[in-house]
């Protein structure tokens, strides 16, 4: 099973930044977050495909988060900035291994979750 090692989060004002990271010991196709707040679907946030870097972002999010790969390729980090009170949600590292896994979301994997408040 794919184990995915979380890291970052926590409380930030609005307007501020934080730094999510997630890593895994194999190789799986597409990597990223996603989110989910209370009462609402959870939704793909930023997602990388770990060969071509090719990326996938939420419209919600666009221009203020980035998503990159590290080192390892298969340590993934996103940069959330200029935060707003309707980011706050746990966010969840997943991987897949799925040919269309830039697409289709139908992730397997797994993190525990990060939990990120925004306050105004």
């Known amino acids: 099973v794919l184990q995915l090692m979380e890291s970052g989060g926590g409380s930030v004002q609005a307007g501020g930044s934080l730094r999510l990271s997630c890593s895994t010991r194999?190789?799986?196709?597409?990597m990223g977050w996603f989110r989910q707040a209370p009462g609402t679907e959870r939704e793909a946030v930023a997602l990388i495909h770990i060969d071509g870097g090719y990326t996938y972002y939420a419209d919600s999010v666009k221009g203020r988060f980035t998503l990159s790969q590290g080192v390892p390729r298969n340590t993934v980090s996103l940069q959330m900035n200029s935060l707003n009170p309707a980011d706050t949600a746990m966010y969840y590292c997943a991987a897949d291994d799925h040919v269309d896994c830039l697409t289709l979301f139908d992730y397997k994997n797994w993190g525990q979750g990060i939990q990120v408040t925004v306050s105004s």
């Open positions: 194999y190789w799986p196709m597409c």
